[in-house]
T-cell receptor, first 106, second 113 residues
Framework: KNEVEQSPQNLTAQEGEFITINCSYS?????LHWLQQHPGGGIVSLFM???GKKKHGRLIATINIQEKHSSLHITASHPRDSAVYIC????????FGTGTSLTVIP | EAQVTQNPRYLITVTGKKLTVTCSQN?????MSWYRQDPGLGLRQIYY???????DKGDVPEGYKVSRKEKRNFPLILESPSPNQTSLYFC????????????FGSGTQLSVL
C-alpha cells in the first residue's frame, strides 16, 4: 500500500507548455518534498514546503495540508526539464510517490 | 562542496556473498538514510539513522543491516544477498537548518546473480 500517490505517471509536453504534476498522500505530515531525478539517475531536492506556495525560477510548488495534496507546476517547459519528478512525505520515515516521468519535446 | 559519496557505483555479485555499500557525507548532518528504487515501486526506505549509534528500520529492512559508528559514515550491509535485492540503492542525508533539504548520493546499481 503506497501512502503517496502521484499523477500522471507519464507526461509528454511540447516545449513552452505549462505542466502540472499532482501528489496526494494519506499519512499526516507537516511538510512534503519535491525531488527531480535525471536520466543518469541522480536525485536532487527541489522544494520542501509545509504550507502555501514556493517558487524557484520556472518551478512552482503548492501544498494544501488539510486536503493532503500538493502540486508541482513548470511554466514555459523546456527539454532540459525532462526528468522524473518525485514527491515525498517528510518525517523520520519517508514515503515516496512512484514518480512522474516528464518528457518535453522541442 | 556539500557531498554524499556512495561506493561502488556498480556492483555485480552472487547469491550469498556478503557485501557492503559505503556512504559518507561531509556536511555534518545528523540524519542519514538508505533507500532502494525499483521500477513501478519507486523509492522505499530501508533504514535511517537520527544520529551516531541510533538506527531504525524503514519500510523494507529485511535482509539489510546498517551501522552508524561515526557521524559521517553510514554503510549498508547485505550479509547474504539474494536476487530480489537487485536494485538501485541511494544514500541520503537531511539538513535541518532553515528549510529542510535532502542530499542524495549518486546511487549504487546492484545486481545479485
Amino acid at each position: 500500500k503506497n501512502e503517496v500517490e502521484q499523477s500522471p505517471q507519464n507526461l509528454t509536453a511540447q516545449e513552452g507548455e505549462f505542466i502540472t504534476i499532482n501528489c496526494s498522500y494519506s499519512v499526516g505530515i507537516s511538510a512534503l518534498h519535491w525531488l527531480q531525478q535525471h536520466p543518469g539517475g541522480g536525485i536532487v531536492s527541489l522544494f520542501m514546503l509545509s504550507s502555501g506556495k514556493k517558487k524557484h525560477g520556472r518551478l512552482i510548488a503548492t501544498i494544501n495540508i488539510q486536503e493532503k495534496h500538493s502540486s508541482l507546476h513548470i511554466t514555459a517547459s523546456h527539454p532540459r526539464d525532462s526528468a522524473v519528478y518525485i514527491c515525498a512525505t517528510t518525517g523520520n520515515q519517508f514515503y515516496f510517490g512512484t514518480g512522474t516521468s516528464l518528457t518535453v519535446i522541442p | 562542496e556539500a557531498q554524499v559519496t556512495q561506493n561502488p557505483r556498480y556492483l555485480i555479485t552472487v547469491t550469498g556473498k556478503k557485501l557492503t555499500v559505503t556512504c559518507s557525507q561531509n556536511m555534518n548532518h545528523e540524519y542519514m538514510s538508505w533507500y532502494r528504487q525499483d521500477p513501478g515501486l519507486g523509492l522505499r526506505q530501508i533504514y535511517y539513522s537520527m544520529n551516531v549509534e541510533v538506527t531504525d528500520k524503514g519500510d523494507v529492512p529485511e535482509g539489510y543491516k546498517v551501522s552508524r559508528k561515526e557521524k559521517r559514515n553510514f554503510p549498508l550491509i547485505l550479509e547474504s544477498p539474494s536476487p530480489n535485492q537487485t536494485s538501485l540503492y541511494f544514500c541520503a542525508t537531511r539538513s535541518w537548518t532553515g528549510d529542510e533539504k535532502l542530499f542524495f548520493g549518486s546511487g549504487t546499481q546492484l545486481s545479485v546473480l
